[in-house]
C-alpha cells in the first residue's frame, strides 16, 4: 500500500481548473529553490495566483519568510502572491511538518478555500502530503488536497535536511522520511497509509 500512495503523492492528478492555492511547506536553503521553481512554474500555468508559506522567522531549518519573499521575488513571484500563513500554535519556537500542515489547512479553513496543492522537496513529498491529509481529515475534512512535488534536485549531492539537523544525500534521506511514517504513525501523529489512500479515493 505504501508503494501506491508513494507513486500517487509523487504523480498526482491536479484539476486544470484553478485552486485556491499552492502550499510551500519549510525547506533548508540546501532544497529550497525546487520549492522555488516549482511555484513560479505552477503561477506561471494560471492554476493559482497564490504561493503560501509560513509567515515565520527563522527557525527550524526554514530560512523564514522575509528570506523566502526576496528570494521569490528574484524568479519574478510578487510581494502580493505570496502570503504568509500564521503558525500554530502562534507563540511556537519550532516548526515541524505536523505544525505547518495544520497552520495551513486552518489558514484555509478560515479563507474559505475548497482546494490547495501542497508541495515540498521531491524526498519529503510524500510524508508531507500524508501530514497534510492528516491535519485536513482531523481540522477541515471538506478540503481537496492535492501533491505536486517540488523540481527534483541532484540526489547524490550532500544537503543538511530536517529542521537543519540531517545531513546525508538526498538518495540517503528517502529511507528516513519512510520511517517517520512509520513511527509517527504508531505515534498518532499520522493517519495510517489506507486511510489517507481513502481520502484519495473519495476526492477522485
Not at 522567522?57 to 519568510?65: E, L, R, V
Not at 528570494?71 to 505536523?98: N, R, S
Amino acid at each position: 500500500m505504501i508503494e501506491e500512495l508513494i507513486i500517487r503523492a509523487l504523480c498526482d492528478t491536479i484539476p486544470d481548473e484553478p485552486v485556491d492555492g499552492l502550499f510551500l511547506f519549510g525547506q533548508t536553503e540546501d532544497n529550497q529553490q525546487a520549492a522555488f521553481e516549482t511555484a513560479h512554474q505552477f503561477l506561471q500555468s494560471g492554476r493559482s495566483d497564490k504561493v503560501l508559506c509560513l509567515g515565520t522567522k527563522a527557525m527550524s531549518g526554514y530560512p523564514g519568510f522575509e528570506v523566502w519573499k526576496k528570494e521569490m521575488k528574484k524568479l519574478g513571484i510578487g510581494e502580493e502572491q505570496l502570503i504568509p500563513v500564521p503558525p500554530v500554535p502562534a507563540d511556537t519556537d519550532l516548526l515541524h511538518t505536523l505544525i505547518e500542515a495544520t497552520s495551513a489547512v486552518r489558514y484555509a479553513k478560515e479563507q474559505g478555500f475548497k482546494s490547495l496543492v501542497v508541495t515540498a522537496a521531491p524526498f519529503q513529498q510524500p510524508r508531507a502530503f500524508m501530514t497534510a491529509i492528516t491535519a485536513a481529515l482531523r481540522e477541515f475534512p471538506e478540503l481537496y488536497l492535492y501533491s505536486l512535488p517540488g523540481k527534483a534536485m541532484p540526489w547524490q549531492e550532500e544537503v543538511t535536511h530536517s529542521q537543519g539537523k540531517l545531513e546525508d544525500t538526498r538518495a540517503g534521506l528517502i529511507a528516513g522520511e519512510m520511517e517517520r511514517i512509520r513511527c509517527y504513525h504508531e505515534q498518532n501523529d499520522l493517519i495510517s497509509v489506507q486511510e489517507a489512500l481513502n481520502y484519495l479515493n473519495r476526492r477522485d
